[in-house]
């Protein structure tokens, strides 16, 4: 989701005030979006930053993420299958119907033709 931050000065505060010494180490997560690109030099936008224990503190479960994609998963899912129906139910009927009216058109025009060599 969009993030609008318009706190970005009291993020960046709040890292800095963060800062540890290199003999006492205090490890901080970083919330954030988006990807490392390193062609184009984009950074992840950071949203939190929270204090944690050492540096493998577990990140948590994203139930938020597991929610989002599995409903659109799901919504995905749906329209296939409506498209699939809607497909078998409406056009592929009507498009056997339009081959066998140009099947018989061609055959009648074979009919006229082959009786005109005749002649």
Same mark, same amino acid.
Request: charged letters at 25%.
């Given at each position: 989701?969009?993030?609008?931050?318009?706190?970005?000065?009291?993020?960046?505060?709040?890292? #800095?005030?963060?800062?540890?010494?290199?003999?006492?180490?205090?490890? @901080? &997560?970083?919330?954030?979006?988006? %990807?490392?690109?390193?062609?184009?030099?984009?950074?992840?936008?950071?949203? #939190? @930053?929270?204090?944690?224990?050492?540096?493998?503190? #577990?990140?948590?479960?994203?139930?938020?993420?597991?929610?989002?994609?599995?409903?659109?998963?799901?919504?995905?899912? &749906?329209? %296939? @299958?409506? %498209?699939?129906?809607?497909?078998? &139910?409406?056009? *592929?009927?009507?498009?056997?119907?339009? /081959? *066998?009216?140009?099947? /018989?058109?061609?055959?009648?025009?074979?009919? %006229?033709?082959?009786?005109?060599?005749?002649?």
């Amino acid at each position: 989701p969009p993030y609008f931050k318009f706190d970005t000065t009291n993020l960046q505060a709040e890292a #800095s005030d963060l800062k540890s010494a290199a003999g006492t180490p205090q490890y @901080v &997560a970083v919330k954030h979006y988006g %990807w490392r690109n390193e062609f184009l030099s984009i950074f992840p936008n950071a949203v #939190s @930053v929270r204090v944690v224990d050492g540096p493998d503190a #577990s990140k948590g479960i994203p139930f938020l993420n597991i929610i989002i994609l599995t409903l659109f998963a799901a919504l995905v899912y &749906a329209i %296939w @299958v409506r %498209w699939r129906r809607f497909k078998r &139910a409406r056009i *592929d009927p009507t498009l056997e119907r339009l /081959e *066998d009216d140009i099947a /018989e058109k061609q055959g009648r025009f074979a009919r %006229w033709r082959a009786g005109r060599k005749t002649k």
